[in-house]
């Protein structure tokens, strides 16, 4: 469910017109509702009822600084996967961070520990001697937690679906005990957890109940070792809606799944979503720059492009597609379309519309992860502004590029004597 609805044909974002924004903000604009990012994360938070816990928001779905001090302010924590997401976590107030990915860089490493997290989501024997080079350098303990690959199918895009032996993610099972002996053994370094992330958009509950069962194994397993862990990190990967009726898990389902099985364990269990949390609390308005009939298709040229919402280009996303200003009448089919020059700039083919004119307004939906976050300045634009709405309130949190933001760390050097140069 989210907070965007119509009133008389016109969409808002809870209390606000999408018009009223597009016009003081210009398009394409990302808009996103609090209340429907606050929910999301108090119903998965209240779904593991006495079970400790703590949701750590994967900050890749969406690093919006002011997004990340909602979580901040709701007590929760993030999940960063480079120095530049630690940074925005601490600079929005987040006190707990997972540093996760696979390939964690010397200086971000050192700067974690510096700086402080709850711990390294490490993922291969490589990396963890790294890491207990540079604590034992800097005099630091550096809290683990080997990240898991339970080779588990999330029947997922094959993008991103990270749970199965074939993709590069994670440990495999057989080698974490002796891997763990080692962490227990040494002077820089503390076994504090044990995680899995499967993937993402996993529709069903039960791959995390598979890899779920495969982490108390080892879990069980290290005890039996007097190797005690404080904490099991279950990832991310819930899903998010893209159709109305799309018959989903919401965050609290995928809890309520496990539940039964976190009970007496003595660990604070840990997820890390994004999507789910985010997803369809935000949505991307464009305008309609040309209408423009091909040999058998008609096209709606928009102001947003794939620089702006990569997803359909890169996965084949289908962001259902709505005008703002519900006008009737009979619909067509169009080929939704960004000004990039590139065939993958589609938003979505044949789409049944009411017939639009030039100017109109689209909304497209379930952008709010993934998004932004994955914008670029490809074909040198600029790229959007974002608003948060609470209420009958909207806030300007990102301001939309100017041309000096697109050129700022380019240096413009006179080379001198191109003709000398021998083809
Ligand atoms: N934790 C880890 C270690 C992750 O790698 C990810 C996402 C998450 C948590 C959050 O997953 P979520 O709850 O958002 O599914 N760009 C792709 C998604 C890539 C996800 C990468 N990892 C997309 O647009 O679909």
Redesign the pocket.
Known sequence: MDYFTRKSGKLFCESVSLTRLAERYGTPLYVYSLRTFVRHYKIASRAFGDIPHSIFF?A??NSNLTLLKVIADLGGGC?V?SLGEYKAARKAGIKRVIF??AGKRPDEIEAALKGGLEFF?VESENELELIEKIATRLGKTAPISL?LNPDVNPIT?K??A?GLKTEKFGIPAGRAIKIYKYISQSDRLKPVGISM?L???IQTVKPFVEGFRKLKAIFRLLLEQRIVLSHIDL????AAPFTKNQKLPGPSDYIKALVPQMKGLGVEFIV?????LVGNAGVLVTKVIYLKTGYSRKFAIVDAGMNDLI?PA??D?DHRIEPVLLRGGRSTKYDVVGPICESSDTFSKKTALSALHQGDLLCLFTVG??GQS?ASNYNSRLRSAEVLVRGNRDYLIRERENYTDLWRKQKLIDLKNLQKIKP
């Open positions: 994967s890749k779905a999940d996967v996760s990915g989501g990240r895009h993008y991103i990270t992330h993937g993402s958009q990832g991310g990967g819930w890390e979503p994004g999507r789910s997803r890169l996965y996303a992860a993934y994955m």
